[in-house]
């Protein structure tokens, strides 16, 4: 018997590994079919997130359009998408110079992806733009700017492309957001209302657009990780604030999120939250406990007003 149960168990294993081999490349052969001649619009490519959303969607063999402010590094992203990919199985990206924060452009370029391909099946809302400091400290024109670039640039883009949709009665859009449009973090306040705004907005414009097959999809990482950049261990015995908000910023690789986006998109799913655990209970706890929640922040903001700055 004891025998027969050491034969049986790398067996079994080897069985397991198997089918999950099978499961993923399975999952990524239907991930290439669902965006194969799609034309997908990608907001800030040339981040990190966003250069890997290009890549997983080029080599899925979608029509990208390729957005960003800097046109040298959208032209290095175009030469590392060509370099890399079967010419018989891709296609050539659109490249694109837009600045979210200039409301002005966003229409005019618009219609210049909906005449280049008449339509335009998935958009992904990858754009953010990210400041910290005192809310007192932080200027109301610097506010404004963020907002721009946040709430008032992705929603403009839509509203330019949503008619089309409408009209097909297909599309799906994607907003990759962060936490901080569940739950509000010190110092961070310009930030975390642009990412309340826009959650809030594309919320009610999922149920909006249902009946027209148009599917509305948020991905919330905590943040995204720099390559090569590990979490330090946890300690349970310092205190709970500084336990709380170390897990809360270990965020996930951009490889990762625009994984993810890819299943998101294949899988129509309407509301994706990637963090470990104890971010996840964090916007539990905001919801279900919010006076224990703030009482945690504030014990935490006041701790670290009380600490000098090194250097």
Known sequence: MGVTAVLILPLLLLGISGLLFIY????????????????????????GLGKECARVFHTGGARLVLCGKNWERLENLYDALVSVADPS???TPKLVLLDLADIGCVQDVAKEVLDCYGCVDILINNASVKVKGPADKISLE???????????????????????????????????NNIQGKLG?????????????????????????????????????????PYRVHPSPGN???????????????????????????????????????????????????????????????CGVKEKLHVPEEG
Request: hydrophobic share 50%.
């Open 89 to 91: 199985k891709t296609f």
């Open 142 to 176: 610097l506010d404004k700017k963020i907002m721009d670039a946040n709430y008032f640039g992705p929603i403009t883009l839509t509203k330019a492309l949503l008619p089309n949709m409408i009209s097909r009665r297909t599309g799906q859009i994607v907003l990759v």
């Open 24 to 47: 993923q490349e399975v999952s990524r052969l239907w991930s290439k079919s669902a965006v194969q001649n799609k034309v997908v619009v990608i907001t800030d490519a040339i981040s």
């Open 185 to 225: 973090i010190p110092f961070r306040t310009a930030y975390a209302a642009s990412k309340h705004a826009v959650l809030g907005f594309f919320d009610c414009l999922r149920a909006e657009v249902e009946e027209y097959d148009v599917v509305v999809s948020t991905v919330s990482p905590t943040f995204i990780r």
């Open 236 to 298: 349970w015995e310092a205190p709970i604030w500084k336990f709380f908000f170390r897990k809360l910023a270990y965020g996930v690789h951009a490889v990762d999120v625009a994984e993810e986006v890819m299943r998101t998109v294949r899988r129509k799913k309407q509301e994706v939250f990637m963090a470990n655990p104890i971010p996840k209970a964090a916007v539990y706890v905001r919801t279900f406990f919010p006076e224990f929640f703030f009482a945690v922040v504030a």
